[in-house]
């Protein structure tokens, strides 16, 4: 895979990272729970794209003649859009609340199932381009460090268009993410 493939691949792989990261920060997160959440995804992005490599080296030594790939992508497709359509629920509930309860908290208690639902699938892609014999770790540090910036810039286009909606941003977002993780599912 060369340097172009490579990005393009890291940031289709990163829009689902990039597509939740702005529903999310429109309910105005704070910087620490914003940092917590980029170099997360960027070491979940890398730590499971590596793990997905590893992955398809063990099963083609064991199974050279079976192809997992399509079962691997749907189960992690699912698993993630479920815990989507968690978050999204929690923030569309919470946005019709009338003592609204500060969305932080919620971050806090559901930080992991949110990093590792917008994380899932780099395992399939490791595992996809472990199949397809490429295995550099490089490869894979590029992925998170994309995927990290891809949230990051989400994280500012949130901030601004929670500026512009106001205080029903977080039903916007709730939305978003459960229609995010319907694609996730349906596609």
Aim: proline content about 0%; hydrophobic content about 60%.
């Amino acid at each position: 895979m060369n340097n172009y493939e490579l990005i393009l691949f890291a940031v289709a792989l990163g829009m689902d990272a990039f597509s939740a990261a702005i529903a999310i920060s429109i309910r105005k997160i704070n910087l620490e729970q914003k940092i917590k959440i980029i170099f997360g995804v960027g070491f979940l992005h890398f730590i499971l794209s590596a793990g997905g490599i590893v992955l398809a080296r063990l099963f083609n030594y064991f199974f050279s003649n079976y192809y997992f790939l399509e079962t691997i992508n749907k189960l992690a497709s699912v698993i993630g859009a479920l815990s989507l359509i968690l978050l999204g629920v929690i923030m569309i509930t919470e946005g019709f609340k009338k003592n609204k309860v500060e969305f932080n908290s919620i971050i806090e208690y559901s930080l992991l199932i949110l990093l590792l639902s917008i994380s899932i699938d780099a395992l399939s892609a490791g595992f996809g381009l472990g199949m397809l014999g490429d295995n550099t770790i490089i490869n894979c540090l590029v992925l998170g460090i994309i995927v990290s910036i891809m949230v990051m810039i989400a994280f500012f286009l949130g901030d601004k268009i929670s500026g512009l909606i106001g205080d029903e941003a977080i039903i916007l977002g709730g939305v978003i993410l459960v229609f995010l993780a319907l694609h996730l599912i349906f596609n």
